[in-house]
């Protein structure tokens, strides 16, 4: 029996090798506590997170100490949104989102809406694109956050970020990107971004699964969050809990592969991307393209089989 062709990559990622045999060391023989610093098993594997969160702060042009580790992106985004929304209420209770975000921001934002707070959904146009001006448009004196993902996890619209970063910046309106689906596979600059608040994890670049990060801006604006987890005092008191050592070593080594790999592979995928889609729509003509033929991501396909029932389509 054939072993079926996996085609769910921007859902979850294999292992990579190299990125196994990082991690091996950190389960078997330096297996310290990252918080032990008074033995040397200890500081072996506090360096050894403070390695991997230099990598992917050099992957942001970020500064280390803006990099909180978390069990992955959806408490990220938990940590971002309650966190400012605590430390903002006072200014005001607006939130901005758009329809197509994933349902770790939606759901928080709802969460929210019971809260009190009000919520405003920005509408995408046909290739899933938000409208900058609308953004803009949107942006009242009492809204604290804007919330827009850098690439769709479904049909792969990458988001004008960088329009939007600056608009927020000029309101004085903190922004917060879900980069689970671009971090490692587009370049992002914070800085030039105008990202305040940004969220990854590490699955998602053929890292392991269970570790994620928040970038969270320590100047120009400096963020403030409220803790959403007590006990312990861990990742400068910004969320508690005994570091997963071989994790974090895990994301940092995938960011490394990535960087090394990224400008060929984005390349070849593209090539086989396109290809693959001029042969379905040529071979069945009523096959709709999801979202743009450009300004998508190199690895995503996402079709639309009219007039053929899914038991058909998988036959």
């Not at 062709?5 to 190299?18: E, H, K, M, R, V």
């Not at 970063?165 to 903190?174: L, Q, R, T």
């Amino acid at each position: 029996m054939h072993q079926p062709i996996y085609l769910d990559n921007q859902s979850t990622t294999p292992l990579d090798p190299a990125v196994l045999k990082s991690m091996l060391p950190f389960f078997q023989n330096k297996y310290g506590n990252a918080a032990s610093v008074h033995h040397a098993y200890g500081r072996e594997a506090k360096e050894a997170v403070e390695m991997a969160r230099r990598i992917i702060a050099s992957e942001l042009n970020a500064q280390t100490r803006e990099i909180i580790f978390t069990s992955g992106a959806t408490e990220s985004i938990n940590l971002a949104i309650r966190g400012v929304c605590d430390q903002q209420k006072e200014k005001g209770r607006h939130l901005i989102t758009q329809v197509t975000e994933h349902k770790a921001v939606l759901d928080t934002y709802g969460a929210m809406e019971k809260q009190g707070w009000e919520v405003t959904y920005l509408p995408v146009d046909a290739m899933g694109r938000v409208d900058s001006d609308a953004v803009m448009e949107s942006i009242r004196i009492d809204t604290v956050l804007v919330s827009i993902m850098h690439a769709n996890n479904e049909i792969g619209t990458i988001q004008p970020v960088s329009e939007i970063g600056a608009i927020c910046h000029s309101k004085n309106v903190f922004f917060l990107v879900d980069a689970c689906q671009s971090f490692g596979k587009l370049p992002i600059d914070i800085q030039e971004m105008n990202i305040d608040l940004l969220a990854a994890t590490g699955h998602k670049i053929y890292g392991p699964k269970g570790i994620g990060m928040l970038f969270a801006r320590q100047k120009d604006p400096k963020i403030k969050l409220t803790i959403q987890l007590e006990g312990g005092g861990h990742e400068r008191g910004m969320r508690s809990g005994t570091l997963p050592v071989p994790l974090i070593v895990g994301f940092g080594s995938a960011i490394e592969v990535c960087q090394e790999k990224r400008d060929g592979e984005n390349a070849k995928l593209e090539k086989y991307r396109d290809q693959m889609i001029d042969e379905i729509i040529t071979a069945h003509p009523k096959v709709i393209l999801n979202g743009p033929r450009r300004n998508r991501l190199a690895h995503n396909i996402n079709l639309c089989f009219t007039g053929l029932d899914a038991e058909t389509l998988i036959t």
